[in-house]
């Protein structure tokens, strides 16, 4: 019986020549990589889980040099990997065997920003903090922000339709995004850079492309609707003792900051063993089994003390949470931030992550976390959970000193089918990439699949970009 996550069989694809690569230099002269030295950190994922065996890195600057590279891999049958900042967290981001790697790292030019409508447009390459820095001098905002945004790019935010942070006050990439440029599998661009908030004429193309994981096309350039730089932040971490607690906050907090809350995130005392001892973060309060990280963004510093002075008011009196410290100034908000946006990293230092990115309705995230150190007795070196609260979104995370196939075996299927029970998705915003493209099926029906497959077929007949990712072997066979 062959496992699920085993590595997919090589499709035939041919392999790079050199005729392909002196076309690669013709066009992108100094911008072909075939140093093995050099070519190895785009051959690994940022979890140093998956690895991949490509000799060529090409790095684009325009998307006209796209079009040409894709173009020419088409009629030669060659797999492409695109790769944006490479932190992507399924294994989506980097080849399975010797697919070329197309990177867009140097196509990172800010092409317009509209301070009126508040809407930007770039390539597909520049970076999410970058991003940020740029528009906070200029009073704006990106829509979304994450751990990963000194890496990350707004290309492979919007290939993996990244959620992060603000999506319960700014919503996903489906609706920020105003248009996109694509390079589709033959060169063909796709011209759909509208950045306009309304358009009814005819499919909106565009939303196919968002969370597509480099399968579809080529992203090249984005443009987003940002909003205003908030006037007054603050930052919040509280302590509870249960999670049924945590979830009363929640409401509470709905109820009484409704307009300025701007996220409202969770950590269990397991991450926060994890920073203290991998990362030497300290806890700002007392031990709790619950952490909540609350933020409220708003115009009016003076209106959102009194809301937040209220609600912790509540909050407090009512025994709902047991204690919190507040934060106003930038380097507090900061480091409160930090406990809970480097959780990631210290998981890593824990050892080998098996990573669940699951949907569930809100009352049941914490219970998988429960039930799954339950199931997995003492085989497990850690099991922690934290999240999105606002967003229904856990991450479950199982670390083991090492890979450990038999760990594997008792987490997997046994998470998926908790989800489908629940009938939650097993990945709420990371995508599918090459480790969870077989079990879609939890979450899609198969005549949803099959027209994914009819889709992917439409569009790249020969399944150069990407293979191996997003759709499930048993379609592309
Ligand atoms: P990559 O990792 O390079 O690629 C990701 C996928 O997109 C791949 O399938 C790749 O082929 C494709 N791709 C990349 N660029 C393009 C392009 N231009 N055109 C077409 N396809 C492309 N994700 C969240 O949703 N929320 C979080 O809060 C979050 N936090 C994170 C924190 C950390 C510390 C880390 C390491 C990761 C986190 N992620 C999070 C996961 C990750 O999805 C995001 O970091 C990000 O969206 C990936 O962008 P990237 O540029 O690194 O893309
Ligand atoms: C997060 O919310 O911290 C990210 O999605 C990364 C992760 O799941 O570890
Ligand atoms: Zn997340």
């Known amino acids: 019986k062959v496992s699920p996550s085993a590595a997919p069989e090589r499709l035939p694809f041919c392999r790079v020549t050199e005729e392909d690569l002196a076309f690669f230099r013709k066009i992108l002269p100094g911008r072909t990589i075939v140093d093995p030295d050099l070519v190895e950190p785009s051959n690994v994922d940022w979890l140093k889980s998956v690895r991949g065996s490509s000799e060529v890195l090409l790095r684009p600057q325009t998307t006209e040099e796209v079009s040409q590279i894709l173009s020419y891999c088409n009629s030669r049958n060659l797999a492409v990997n695109p790769q944006g900042g490479n932190t992507g967290l399924v294994g989506g981001s980097v080849p399975v065997y010797d697919e070329i790697i197309l990177s867009t790292s140097l196509m990172n030019k ?173 806890n700002p309060i007392s031990d709790c089994p619950f952490y909540i990280v609350i933020e409220t963004s708003g115009s009016d510093p003076t209106h959102d003390a009194q809301k937040l002075h209220n609600f912790l008011e509540d909050a407090m009196t009512s025994s709902l949470v047991s204690d919190g410290t507040v934060a106003t100034e930038e380097a507090k908000i900061k480091a409160l931030w930090s406990l809970r946006e480097r959780v990631t990293e210290a998981l890593t230092h824990d050892g080998f992550t098996y990573k669940y990115d699951i949907s569930l309705p809100v009352e049941r995230i914490y219970q998988l976390v429960t039930d799954m150190r339950k199931h997995l007795g003492n085989q497990a070196k850690s099991v922690v959970g934290y999240g999105h609260v606002g967003d229904g979104n856990l991450h479950l995370n199982v670390t083991s000193p090492s890979k450990d196939p038999a760990l594997l075996a008792a987490i997997e299927p046994f998470v998926y089918e908790w989800t489908a029970s629940c009938r939650g998705s097993i990945s709420a915003e990371h995508g599918l990439g090459l480790k969870k493209r077989n079990y879609i099926y939890y979450s899609k029906q198969s005549q949803a699949v099959a027209l994914m497959g009819n889709i992917k077929a439409m569009l790249d007949p020969k399944g150069i970009l990407n293979p191996y990712k997003t759709l499930p072997d048993n379609l592309k066979q």
């Open 110 to 282: 800010i092409l317009n920003f509209d301070s009126i409508s508040g809407v930007l447009t770039c390539q597909a390459g520049c970076v999410l903090e970058n991003l940020s820095f740029y528009l906070e001098e200029r009073d704006y905002i990106m829509p979304l922000d994450l751990g990963a945004k000194g890496s990350c790019q707004i290309g492979g935010n919007v290939a993996t339709n990244a959620g992060g942070l603000r999506l319960l006050r700014y919503g996903s990439l489906h609706g920020t995004v105003l248009g996109l440029e694509l390079v589709l599998a033959d060169g063909q661009v796709l011209d759909c850079l509208s950045t306009l908030r309304k358009d009814n004429t005819g499919y909106d193309l565009k939303q196919l492309f968002i969370g597509s994981e480099g399968t579809l096309g080529v992203i090249t350039a984005v443009s987003i609707l940002c909003p205003r730089k908030p006037k007054s932040v603050n930052v919040v971490f509280l302590g509870c003792e249960t999670f049924e607690q945590l979830l009363k906050t929640f409401q509470l907090c709905k109820g009484m900051l409704g307009e300025i809350l701007s996220a409202f995130e969770f950590l269990d005392s397991e991450c926060m063993r994890l920073l203290n001892t991998h990362l030497k973060l300290p």
